[in-house]
């Protein structure tokens, strides 16, 4: 195995906990040991910016957001990569929005919005423990770029919205309640490849982890992909191992079966 020399981390269920809503110390401790030893660390999450404050405190060499839609480096300031949804799919599913109403999050650069909320919205707002999206004519939310937006649907409408709406997006989940839906073509994987151009650094030095089906294409991609034992089974299948779940410190005991911490 060529060392490791970047590692990518999913947040929710695999930095974060779904019960405690936090890093927890062992992780904090096993992050700080990766950068010590030179080995630099990456956020590749579905979340936007904005909402990642849940690990402020921790330093990351670079953070892949909205599913490899939108990279910026360790400062956040510098964007190495940016690819926001076509205008022209946009405005379909609004105009679809106004004949056939449902929750859809928006997520342009600075803050997240939706055009109504429902039950689902709050459950997952608790399950995640983040304030529910502010509430925006959708029309007003589509004149800025839009990098990811999520609509709360099951997955035959999903398909639907694929097929007959929004033809240059693709969906991609990590709850059942919604789905996360970027460009075609662009996710984890596209992330990881921009990050590693901008630092120099090889695929086969890679390592990432991750729980939902959004991290699917990045554990696959990367030389070891790592589920978390709270991942679902197809998530582990694209894995090269499946370690303890998030609540059982399952990033540290990864780290020791490689021989890596």
Partial sequence: MNRIKAVFFDIDGTLVSFKTHCVSRPTRAALDALRADGIKVFVATGRMLPMIDVLDGIPFDGYITYNGAYCVDADRRNVIYACPVPQEDLEALVHHLEKDPFPVAFMPEDAITINCVDEAVREVARQISVPLP??????????????????????????????????????????????????????KQTGIDRMLEYCGLDLSETMAFGDGGNDIPMLRHAAIGVAMGNAADAVKAAADYTTAPVDDEGIEQAFRHFGIL
């Fill in 134 to 187: 502010r509430l925006e004519d959708p029309r007003k939310t589509i004149r800025r770029k839009v990098f990811q937006f999520s609509p709360y649907v099951n997955e035959e409408k999903m398909r639907y919205l694929e097929r007959h709406v929004i033809p240059h997006c693709e969906a991609s989940r990590w709850m059942p309640l919604f789905a996360d839906v970027n460009v075609r073509g662009v996710n």
